[in-house]
């Protein structure tokens, strides 16, 4: 109660705040109060009071002033249905809230698609003809038909300096010399245009890459 005359007292900046804190207790103030009238004005321009007090009558300031805090007047939340308990709250949050739906990146979806499938195109190859293990250092011999030259099948023998592993797109580098003069070729290793694949000889290399055998002329002696 105090607290609120103190409020009252700060917003009018008058004698009737005065008077009520002077009385000790706002009940007190109000018995006083009941049958007298005033015109005076509670605070010049304010907008939160009336200009004049108007007399209550005893029952009501008692009742109105009391200390059962059952009966308020003043409730700035709303006050809760009693028929509705946690159980029903969850069963309702549960029918309202759709079932969460969970994709997938398409990205990612795309990029398994694509693998399965190349998996199945190596496997195809395979089946059709031999494919050996082509390594860097594998001296080879190729009989590849050129759609270039009316589809004649021209002999390669070369030493494998390099190899690309990709799937169905894995290639090899042929490093092979004609007229003494060095030339490289790439080759797919799934590739339809290759008809036949032996490997003659294997050196034995520390390197994934060869490339230092450009420099050397005498690399492809048996």
Not at 66 to 79: E, F, K, L, P, Y
């Amino acid at each position: 109660m105090q607290s609120l005359a103190r409020a009252l007292f700060r917003a009018t900046n008058g004698d009737c705040g005065r008077r009520i804190l002077q009385s000790g207790s706002l009940s007190t103030f109000c018995r006083r109060e009941a049958h007298t009238t005033t015109s005076s004005p509670l605070q010049k321009g304010s907008d939160i009071f009336e200009r004049r007090v108007v007399a209550f009558p005893q029952t009501v300031a008692c009742s109105f002033f009391g200390n059962n805090q059952s009966n308020r007047c003043i409730s700035t939340a709303a006050q809760p249905d009693a028929d509705l308990d946690d159980e029903n709250v969850a069963s309702a949050l549960e029918v309202d809230t759709p079932p969460r739906i969970k994709f997938k990146r398409l990205d990612k979806t795309a990029k398994q698609i694509m693998t399965i499938l190349d998996k199945e195109a190596v496997e195809k190859v395979r089946s059709e003809r031999v494919v050996p293990d082509i390594q860097p250092g594998c001296i080879v011999e190729l009989k590849v038909e050129v759609p270039e030259n009316k589809r004649r099948v021209s002999t390669l023998k070369g030493i494998v300096i390099a190899r690309r592993n990709a799937g169905l797109n894995t290639t090899f580098r042929l490093r092979r010399l004609v007229a003494g003069v060095g030339v490289e070729s790439v080759f797919p290793l799934y590739s339809p245009n290759i008809k036949e694949m032996k490997i003659l000889d294997r050196k034995k290399v520390r390197r994934a890459k060869l490339y230092y055998l450009r420099d050397r002329m005498n690399a492809l002696k048996k």
